[in-house]
């Protein structure tokens, strides 16, 4: 057995390893080993049974009763609105070296004349939130987050300039949102320039950007 | 209602595109080892039970944050793993009571069922001992039959770090399963 003198456990023969990797025929191994082989997969098939229970049930009662709209709503769009009422627009700027990337982004914003795209008009609920990336030679940027279902195809930036400067708006909820870049399509990135981050809770290391958007109604004044 | 044949990759379009039914799908393929995974992680199947679900919840409504759906079932794994830490987290190592976690089969013989019941206990109370890591690479591997790669993508770790925790799980194993037959 693999216990030592002093009653703890000692490394197990290399050959062992390798044959519990399949790198190895275990039929190869000595006697010895071929025992402690078919201990541990013995071991491993008690484990293996499968489970008496059940969530399936469970699981999908909880998606049926969830909004329908969750990953294929269409959002309510009020876009004439939004271009006939004048709407201040502010940033809270973080690092100096941001200042002029995101000015440039907003004053693309504010130069150029409404289009279809532009955002919806806030509720009271409700505030901008603006999006500026720096994406040179991007063919497309859209933004996913917790405030689109992280669904693609929702919410695309525009570089009109093809200066590689992307850069759109959304009217969103007030409050915190998590939220990505996804560049041609397949990269995903976190804001650069977000300032504040959380675990996805998908893996080590992964983060989502995060952007807290105010209330329109109080200052009229998105905040990212 | 796609069947159940069908890739992940194209169920999980469809359930994206509006048919929330399939994903009983991918419940149905995926629920088995999660919960075997989760019950072996806490070591108690009513909290397995609540860990998948709240997991394949989680994943439903955060299905379009799934960036490979071919890679879905590490995906799953490895968020039903992130939900096992948070319970095990909440809660200490000595509330883990053996007893919660009987064999997860149903063997017709009387004795099967004695005699299993103890090989499973055996195995379990050994399983129980490893630290979270190794007891974590040593299922994925062994009980899920998982590669190296696969394990990296559910749990993080680079690859020879999980073949360490195997190797060092198999050891810790062999030295307390000396009555298993």
Partial sequence: MMLDAGGGMSPIDPRLQEALDNERDPGDLPADQQDAYARLMTAATLLSAKPAVSVADRVMAEIRAMPQQLHTGNRWRRAARWLTRPLAVTLRLRPAWTLGLAAAGLAAILLLPGDENGPELPRASEGVAQFVGHFPGAQSVEVVGSFNNWSRGKLHLRDENHDGIWHGDAVLPAGQHEYMFVVDGERWVADPLAGRYVDDGFGVGRQNAVLIVRQASSEDTPQQ | ?181
């Fill in chain 2, 1 to 181: 209602m796609v069947n159940d044949s069908v890739p992940d990759a194209e169920v999980v379009a469809r359930v994206l595109g509006g048919d929330g039914e399939a994903f009983g799908i991918l419940i149905r393929r995926y629920e088995p080892g999660l919960l075997r995974f989760a019950t072996r992680m806490l070591g108690n199947p009513d909290a397995a039970a609540d860990a998948v679900a709240e997991s394949l919840v989680r994943a439903y409504r955060h299905l379009a944050q799934c960036r490979d759906p071919g890679r879905l079932r590490s995906w799953l794994y490895r968020i039903t793993g992130n939900r096992c830490r948070s319970h095990l987290a909440r809660r200490r190592t000595s509330d883990i009571s053996l007893s919660e976690a009987p064999p997860l089969a149903d063997p017709s013989d009387a004795w099967a069922v004695v005699e299993r019941g103890e090989q499973v206990a055996l195995v379990e109370r050994a399983l129980s001992a490893l630290p979270e890591e190794k007891r974590e690479a040593f299922v994925l591997k062994h009980v899920e039959g998982m590669s190296y790669e696969e394990m990296a993508q559910v749990t993080g770790a680079r690859i020879p770090t999980l073949k360490m925790r195997v190797h060092r799980a198999r050891e810790a194993l062999l030295a307390a399963l000396q009555e298993l037959v």
